[in-house]
């Protein structure tokens, strides 16, 4: 096991790391039902089962004719039929929105642009665009729909009952369990003699299933001893692919994390990363019976830090196992007001953003032992190393974890 916890690795090249070490780790695949697709990622080609659409599809309620008219009425069709062939000049069908086109017909014409005279023929002038859906227009059979990595909502979905799937092919759901560690917590009432209220616990795996994990268990406060951290370590190897513990990433006389790892025979993806706040903060690999490698996040035990810490190593990492693609690119948006660097450190300043996404004003109540920002924040201004922001400036902005479907 190597590292060099005096030289902290640069925020954006740890993102980068823990996405690679999930994506060399991803495996596998699942077939599941539509239903149970979303949030999933794709793990083949989705491609179209039949041409979209199958066959000449009407776009109105109206007329389908042949000739020149005025059209004498010989039927109607309905969707969900299969419509004779039109084959006599002069005929025509009533046709309903959605319907097949038969053979034959040369125009269609809107109900509300035709009459029919007493006689009983229909007249009208058929529009110059075709009022009905070629096949093949959306796509062809065969044709790939989207590719492998992509992630799956409900529109994805749509698009695959469109073209005729009842499963989808997907990644498994990277798992993962959560490990508290420290003495000094409380699991319930409010804190007092030197006791703390555990808030970890309860928030960390929301930002885990954000973040599109499955959730295996939530163990703690762990008993400050080696062989408790150890045993509780194997225990979660069991289930995840991914533990999450919080506390214990220094190396005070209770903190047992980097022992633990040393004798798993675990190695530092990235120990020590250069942002403030999150110091300190790891992420490893542990070798499992297998022969697969699982992974341990080293999350500080103060909770702005430990969600910093899920974000920039934890959020990666599960993208990388569900194989799907990672935005190392960040949006930029407009600060507000002057943000102030940590000089050879990036800084993650929390912020909101206003009703247009494209401004940032930094919050209050930010110590890395505080909630409250936290609570009140879209997401983190980023300062990289060096810089100061001032007001009017662009900066790039990193949104906390949202589940399908949540804006910030």
């Known amino acids: 096991m190597s590292a060099d916890e005096n030289i902290p690795v640069g925020w954006e090249q740890a993102r980068e790391l823990a996405y690679q070490a999930g994506l060399a780790a991803s495996a596998g695949a699942e077939r599941v039902p539509l239903h149970d697709g979303d949030g999933r990622t794709l793990a083949e080609p989705l491609r179209a089962l039949t041409a979209l659409p199958a066959f000449p599809t009407s776009s109105i309620d109206g007329w389908a004719v042949r000739g020149e008219g005025p059209w004498r009425p010989v039927g109607r069709v309905l969707a969900g039929a299969t419509p004779p062939p039109l084959t006599t000049d002069g005929t025509c069908v009533e046709i309903a929105t959605g319907a097949m086109v038969p053979e034959g017909a040369a125009a269609l014409i809107r109900v509300e642009e035709s009459a029919t005279g007493a006689d009983g023929l229909v007249t009208g002038v058929p529009r110059s665009m075709p009022e009905w859906r070629r096949p093949g227009e959306e796509a062809t059979l065969g044709e790939e729909l989207f590719p492998a990595g992509t992630p799956v909502d409900p529109a994805v979905i749509g698009v695959a009952a469109t073209s005729g799937y009842e499963f989808l092919t997907v990644r498994p759901a990277p798992r993962a369990a959560v490990l508290v560690f420290g003495d000094e917590l409380l699991t319930s009432g409010p804190p007092g003699a030197g006791r703390v209220r555990d808030s970890l616990g309860p928030q960390v795996p929301s930002w885990l299933r954000r973040s599109g994990a499955t959730v295996t268990s939530v163990t703690g406060p762990v008993e400050d001893t080696l062989d408790a951290h150890l045993a509780a370590i194997r225990r979660g190897l069991e289930t995840a692919d991914v533990i999450c513990t919080t506390g214990g990433t220094m190396h005070g006389p209770v903190d047992h994390l980097h022992p633990s790892l040393t004798e798993l025979g675990a190695e530092y993806v990235v120990n020590t990363v250069g942002v403030r706040p999150g110091f300190p903060m790891l992420l490893a690999r542990v070798p499992a019976a297998d022969g697969r490698f699982r992974f341990l996040a080293g999350l500080p035990g103060n909770p702005q830090s430990a969600v910093i810490a899920l974000v920039s190593l934890v959020t990666p990492l599960l993208a990388g196992l569900a194989g799907r693609p990672f935005g190392a690119d960040l949006p930029l948006v407009e600060a507000a007001t002057p943000i102030p660097g ?67």
């Open 342 to 408: 940590r000089g050879r450190d990036t800084h993650l300043a929390l912020a909101s953003l206003d009703p247009t996404g494209r401004v940032a004003t930094p919050v209050g109540h930010v110590g890395s032992a505080m909630l409250r920002g936290l609570a009140n924040a879209h997401g983190f201004a980023v300062i990289r190393p060096g810089t100061k922001i001032a007001a009017g400036d662009t900066v790039p902005f990193l949104p906390l974890p949202l589940l399908p479907g949540e804006r910030p």
